[in-house]
């Protein structure tokens, strides 16, 4: 069919050439060229034969698995690349002012490299969701163009080589005697950030954008019915509060240009340690994530909203006591103050640990990460696996007390300390996901029975013989 030998009756008065008009012969003059016209249609034929040749493109293009691979060591060499040139940045300066540097380079980049670390997570989220039984766009009401798990890894790799390569090029630049090109370095990368999220246009994923903006004025105004995006991505944000204390101060010394400089640290600076912005944005996702649950008490009456927002009051108190520490005397921090700081944070812990298991897992239907569409590793792993209980309540205790100390205010100079503690308040919140998603889902799933229970159950009264006799 496709390159075959078709040879025409020897009386054919028509013959075709390729990409041309018919050409009609005179039937008497036909017989005499039947010899000449069969060796040119022999010939087209193999012209067409020879055209018709598949191309063999494996020769040419390289294989996807070759192609992710070269990708993979490009991006290994480009991380050892930028390890290396940032070393050696630090190594050149003196002893006395590279702690101080290091200090100032990661309150500009540690935000954004946590959030980078809370996209990846996400990213997981969501592939476990697409291999088990969840419909996780229909808890969080998405619609058909939301992102899939490889399009959020796609954001998620770009983010992590932006960001190392801005902190780089900070390092190499100030080292190098360039200050105020290193100092245009985060305020370019901070610039660039809020221009993707802001974008108007269609281009990097308009509609997920749009959906998140939209969220967070819907957390930050809460004037309308809470839906269950809402106040989950609000709990995100709580264990998220250390970012936006970094980012307040971050923008603090980009406004007041202070950026590359040692200024801040001085006590009576506007973006020092005394600064009450602090506090405020460690605060602020707590006391949105208060409002949320006195909106859902005004619209149910459930009384469980209103002990869901005593928990989110309970971290003012450790966030404003630790505060205290750089507003009144050492004496009276030490012997007062701390001890308060102390019992508000084992009540705050206590109390979210309590809440996460008992109300935001519901333990009574705990099936130990939900079912999976087909056997696989996280379906061997994870589904009815004894371990996996003792494992997320444990380590979500141990992680819930943890907690406290990146809460306070007086301790953020331990900066590796706090981000490591930060870091592994996102895998608590990591795990925490899966099994808040499945309780969500189960008593999603478990109305539409009810309504069918209580429909049979109707049917059943109104078809049932009855005494009565007419």
Known sequence: MFG????PPSNSPHLRKSGSRPVVFDLDKAEGNVEMEALLHSAELNDLKIASLPINTAAIMPSPILLWRFKVLLFFLWGFICC????????????????????EAFLYYNPL??????????????????????????????????????????????????????????????SHGEVSLAASQPVLLYCAVTLVLIFPFDIFYLS????????????VFPLQAITFADFFVADILTSMSKVFSDVERSVCRMVHRQVATIAWFEADSVCGSHSIGIPVALVLPYI????????????????????????????????????????????????FYRPLWLLSGVINSLYSFYWDVTRDWDLSSFSRIFKFNKPSLCSHLLYGRQWVLFWVIGSNFILR??????????LRHNYLTVFTITALEMFRRFQ????????????????????VSEISSEEDKLLAPNDHNI
């Open 401 to 410: 007390l943890a907690w406290t100390y990146k809460l306070s205010a007086h």
């Open 288 to 335: 949105f994530r208060l409002f949320q649950c006195l909106r859902q008490y005004k619209d149910t009456k459930e009384k469980t909203t209103l002990l869901n927002a005593l928990k989110y009051s309970t971290a003012v108190p450790v966030i404003f006591l630790s505060a205290l520490k750089y507003h009144v005397l050492l004496d009276r921090w030490t012997s």
């Open 84 to 103: 290396k040139v940032g070393w050696d940045s630090v190594m050149r300066m003196s002893v006395n002012l590279r702690d101080l540097f290091l200090y």
């Open 208 to 219: 997920s954008r749009y959906y998140l903006l939209r969220t967070l004025w819907r957390i």
């Open 113 to 174: 490299l946590l959030v980078t670390m809370m996209v990846w997570l996400w990213g997981v989220n969501l592939w476990v969701f697409a291999q088990s039984t969840i419909s996780y766009a229909k808890i969080f009401d998405l619609d058909q163009n939301h992102l899939t798990h490889r399009e959020i890894w796609k954001a998620a790799t770009w983010m992590t080589i932006i960001v190392p390569t801005s902190m780089t090029a900070y390092l190499y630049l100030y």
């Open 4 to 7: 075959g030998q078709v040879i």
């Open 432 to 451: 925490w996901v899966f099994f808040r998603v499945e309780n969500e889902w189960n008593k999603m799933s478990s109305k539409p029975n009810l309504q």
